[in-house]
């Protein structure tokens, strides 16, 4: 099946340590989208890519890092340096261009040990 | 700063009846707009976008849109006790960037 697949769909950060929120779509899209959403704040966006070996940060970067190296997967890497790491975090990815919808995979929540 | 908002609800309406989610943007840039359907904790779900002023329908739902007032809504048919979730309403891209804008999401309640 066509989809966004997003992993672990929990995950615990002790203090200090780096986590990796991994991201994968089989649907061919060009553009891929991290965000973060807390409750009654919506989504806000981390990183976005709109081709592979390139990607811009959104409006909360801070504290994250991403790669795009190839076109199905877009990881996102949660640093010491994120201070409130707990939410839930969502990637999307979409057809670039024109009026496509961003779609987004299932989702993954992160608590602090 | 470019917003979209979106009143938090609840909107509680009673089954069969039709419910009127509505939202406004700032960004006159931007280019489309989406309505997403979030059921607690859950992931978005892609309902409708609309990109030309006047009505869009599929099945029980219509977009509307009208650029000269800067205001998008939602309008639900007939709704169904599963329908209520929060529907978040988010535009774009704009003419120099590829990132949508999400309201705070509008919370449906539908009572039988």
């Known amino acids: 099946d066509g989809g966004i697949t997003q992993s672990p769909k929990y995950l615990f950060r002790k203090e200090g340590q780096n986590v990796t929120l991994s991201c994968e779509q089989n649907l061919n899209h060009d553009a891929m989208y991290w965000y973060r959403q807390d409750p009654g704040q919506g989504l806000r966006l981390i990183y976005y890519s709109q081709i592979v070996n390139d990607f811009q940060k959104g409006d909360i970067a801070e504290g994250y890092s991403v790669s795009r190296e190839k076109k199905e997967s877009f990881p996102l890497t949660v640093t010491s340096a994120q201070k409130n790491p707990t939410a839930f975090y969502l990637c999307?990815?979409?057809?670039?261009?024109?009026?496509?919808?961003?779609?987004f995979g299932d989702g993954t929540r992160l608590s602090i040990l | 700063q470019k917003e979209v908002e979106q009143n938090s609800g609840p909107l509680s309406v009673p089954e069969g009846a039709i419910a009127s989610l509505n939202c406004t943007y700032s960004?006159?840039?931007?280019?489309?707009f989406f309505w997403y359907r979030q059921y607690s904790g859950k992931s978005p779900e892609l309902i409708m976008f609309i990109y030309s002023n006047g009505d869009k329908e599929d099945g029980r739902f219509t977009a509307q849109l009208n650029k000269a007032s800067q205001y998008v809504s939602l309008l639900i048919r007939d709704s169904q006790p599963s329908d209520s979730a929060t529907y978040l309403c988010a535009g774009g891209p704009s003419y120099n960037t590829d990132k949508l804008i999400f309201g705070t999401g509008t919370r449906l309640q539908v009572f039988p």
């Open positions: 960004d006159r840039g931007s280019q489309s």
């Open positions: 999307a990815s979409r057809t670039a261009g024109g009026h496509q919808p961003q779609h």
